[in-house]
Nanobody
C-alpha cells in the first residue's frame, strides 16, 4: 500500500506560478500528475518513471510545467509556470508499483486526495 499526500495548491492570477508536492509513503515504479476540472474527465498532466527519472508531459503543459522528484524524500513535484485560466482544476498525484499504464487514470492503484489550483484571468 502506498499513501500519497499532495500540497501546494492555491489561487493565482494568469501568468503566475505554483509548485505542487506529492509525498509517497513507499516505493513506486511510476508517478504522475492528473487534473480534473468540473464537468470534465480526469486528464493526465505529467509523469515520471521513478527509477530512471524519465519525464513525460501532456502537450497542453509542455514548456510551462516541470515534473521532478527527490528520491531521498520520496517526493514528486510539479512546478507550474505561466499558468492559464484553463489550468484551473483539482490536481491529483497518482502512483503505481509496476507500470505507468499509458498514463491512463484507470491504470493507477494509488491516488492522493487532490489539491485545488485556481487561475484567474
Amino acid at each position: 500500500q502506498v499513501q500519497l499526500v499532495e500540497s501546494g495548491g492555491g489561487s493565482v492570477q494568469a501568468g503566475g506560478s505554483l509548485t505542487l508536492s506529492c509525498v509517497a509513503s513507499g516505493s513506486t515504479y511510476c508517478m504522475a500528475w492528473f487534473r480534473q476540472a468540473p464537468g470534465k474527465e480526469r486528464e493526465w498532466v505529467a509523469g515520471i518513471y521513478t527509477a530512471s527519472s524519465s519525464l513525460y508531459y501532456a502537450d497542453s503543459v509542455k514548456g510551462r510545467f516541470t515534473i521532478s522528484q527527490d528520491n531521498t524524500k520520496k517526493t514528486m513535484y510539479l512546478q507550474m509556470n505561466s499558468l492559464k485560466p484553463e489550468d484551473t482544476a483539482m490536481y491529483y498525484c497518482a502512483a503505481d508499483r509496476s507500470r505507468c499504464g499509458n498514463w491512463l487514470p484507470r491504470n493507477y492503484n494509488y491516488w492522493g486526495q487532490g489539491t485545488q489550483v485556481t487561475v484567474s484571468s
